[in-house]
């Protein structure tokens, strides 16, 4: 009696897992993003001095130097690595028709387009905690060390406190490309084929600015992040609300348009 | 006698400018193609407000100063390279990755045509469109300079190249779009190389990007390293990267600045030639029914 007549997300995220990796290019993009992980070290060990935004610059010591890799890593993650991963996985399954024979099962649109979101993010995520570690570890080792430091909205902090900002950024960080993974689970289902999606989710990032400077954060992740968890105003003040409305929206519209797809056409 | 004429006129296969014909048609059939060709007059009137805003910061004698006359170069450098790479990488991705890779190609093979050939065709095809856009967008950003910018009877050009007139200032901008006209030729031919090693649309694009921002990065590192090398040396390195030639270099080969006008030719011939004939390669070696 309990065989309900609906596959469980466990299952879903479980499949939807399956196809993710088996594509050749999703672990292509994973391995040229963790090429440019040691790249982003080296280029900061030779610079020794990095920026809050292209007005404040800071030099690097072995406890601060965690959050500065994602000022170059951000725009690679952004531009290549999650456009990439979403419109193969929100429309390059769907156009080329291959999703239809998974869904022959009676499966929730919904619950498909969630799934998708939780592998996604799942990938995104593991990346985005390797980077912080690989920060952390290089900063300690190959850096020059430092007993405390100065960060930009914590004040002075000791090991310990370095290492708790450091997964705060991280953790501002990844909601952002939680939420453009969602934006581009919407695209994606405006966009024909996986090109347009492409085009599309940058587009939403570039022009962004042109809609508001609130919207910078997309273009921009480390400054944004910086300005808002260092309380200097502007723009990016409301950061927290605007990515909390930005990653509901995204569900909302995400879930309506999924659920409403036609699959026949 | 004609008989003979008609036999050794076909033994080549199908001539080059059918295929041209076709492309043309085929590249017009998409929705998405209808939709860009709507894109200059818009992209135009986004520039027309965030040069108008940037404007407001700027002192009126600085060439960054937006005038009806310099209005359509300041326009330009901006979206040449977003939106036009924008546009050419969808070009690429659609008509050759995405054709080639679901098999939609077979059909036009069934005549007696090359790989090559065709390739050669399209992007002939995606640069005749890209270059209309280009046109399209000289005449749309011209008018919107004329209604809503300022027109002082002279302004300054860019890199010290003098004071130009309004008709001069026109006829400076039309060497900058035929300058912009050759870059895009060249950008378009890495484009298709990608697109033809790309294994799917999606990875085109992700290279598409990758190479455009590592035409950004390189040239921004090297920045750090200025006091190594002598000033000729330093502009010659930079301008190596064809995303800083469609920047900065188009009205620095204008201005002939240290010389860049014969080098930067050279590096938009150099990066034609080389992708052009990797491309060639890529198709010469592959068979059509991989």
Redesign the interface.
């Known amino acids: 009696m309990n065989n309900k007549q609906t596959v469980g997300i466990g299952n879903l995220i479980r499949s939807e897992a399956q196809r993710v990796f088996k594509r050749?290019?999703t672990w292509?993009?994973i391995a040229?993003y963790l090429i440019f992980v040691p790249l982003e070290c080296l280029?900061l060990t030779m610079?020794n001095t990095s920026f809050y935004d292209p007005d404040h610059s800071v030099p690097l010591n072995s406890l601060n130097t965690a959050p500065f890799l994602l000022r170059?890593l951000s725009?690679?993650m952004n531009?290549?690595v999650i456009?990439?991963l979403a419109?193969?996985s929100f429309n390059?399954d769907v156009s080329?028709g291959a999703l239809r024979l998974a869904l022959i099962r009676p499966v929730s649109r919904v619950k498909m387009f969630l799934a998708k979101w939780a592998v996604l993010g799942a990938a995104v995520g593991a990346m985005t905690l390797f980077t912080w570690a690989a920060g952390t570890v290089f900063g300690r080792i190959f850096m020059p060390a430092a007993a405390e430091t100065t960060l930009m909205g914590a004040g002075t902090v000791g090991g310990l406190g370095a290492i708790g900002f450091g997964l705060g950024f991280y953790g501002m960080a990844f909601c952002i490309f939680l939420a453009l993974i969602g934006v581009g689970g919407i695209v994606s289902r405006l966009a024909?084929?996986?090109?347009?999606a492409?085009?599309g989710m940058?587009?939403v990032i570039?022009g962004g600015i042109?809609v508001s400077d609130g919207m910078a954060f997309l273009l921009s992740v480390s400054d944004s992040i910086f300005h808002f968890l260092g309380h200097t105003g502007g723009s990016d003040a409301y950061l927290g609300w605007i990515l909390c409305a930005l990653l509901a929206g995204c569900v909302i519209m995400g879930a309506w348009s999924w659920g409403r797809r036609e699959w026949m056409q | 006698m004609s008989l003979l004429l008609y036999e050794t006129e076909n033994s080549g296969g199908v001539p080059f400018g059918r295929l041209l014909q076709a492309e043309w048609r085929r590249l017009w059939k998409r929705?998405?193609v209808r939709l860009m060709a709507l894109a200059a007059p818009l992209m135009a009137l986004?520039s027309a407000?965030?040069l108008l805003s940037q404007n407001g910061m700027l002192h009126p004698g600085l060439p960054e100063y937006a005038t009806a006359g310099s209005m359509p170069v300041l326009a330009l450098a901006e979206m040449l390279v977003?939106a036009f790479s924008?546009m050419m990488?969808?070009l690429a991705?659609?008509t050759v990755t995405?054709e080639y890779r679901?098999g939609q190609l077979r059909m036009g093979m069934l005549r007696a045509a090359s790989l090559t050939r065709i390739m050669s065709a399209k992007w002939l095809v995606c640069l005749a469109f890209m270059w209309i856009q280009l046109a399209a967008y000289f005449v749309c950003s011209a008018v919107v300079g004329r209604i809503w910018f300022p027109n002082p009877d002279t302004y300054p050009l860019f890199y010290e190249a003098g004071q130009a007139a309004y008709a001069e200032g026109l006829l400076y901008d039309l060497g900058y779009y035929a300058l912009a006209a050759l870059v895009l030729a060249a950008l378009l031919a890495v484009f298709f190389w990608i697109a033809a090693i790309g294994?799917?649309?999606?990875?085109?694009?992700?290279l598409g990007?990758?190479f455009l921002?590592l035409s950004y990065?390189l040239p921004t590192?090297l920045t750090?390293f200025r006091p190594l090398f002598e000033t000729q040396e330093y502009v010659r390195l930079y301008f190596l990267s064809l995303l800083m030639v469609e920047w900065e270099g188009l009205a620095a080969m204008l201005a002939n600045l240290h010389g860049l006008r014969l080098w930067n030719l050279g590096v938009i011939g150099g990066y034609g030639l080389l992708f052009g004939a990797m491309t060639m390669w890529v198709w010469k070696r592959r068979d059509s029914f991989e």
């Open positions: 050749g290019r292509a993009v040229v280029f610079m170059e725009i690679l531009f290549v456009p990439m419109a193969d390059g080329s024909p084929n996986p090109v347009l492409y085009i940058l587009a570039v042109y | 929705r998405t986004v407000k965030y977003t924008g990488l969808v991705g659609l995405e679901s294994r799917s649309s999606t990875v085109t694009l992700g990007i990758g921002l990065l590192v750090y």
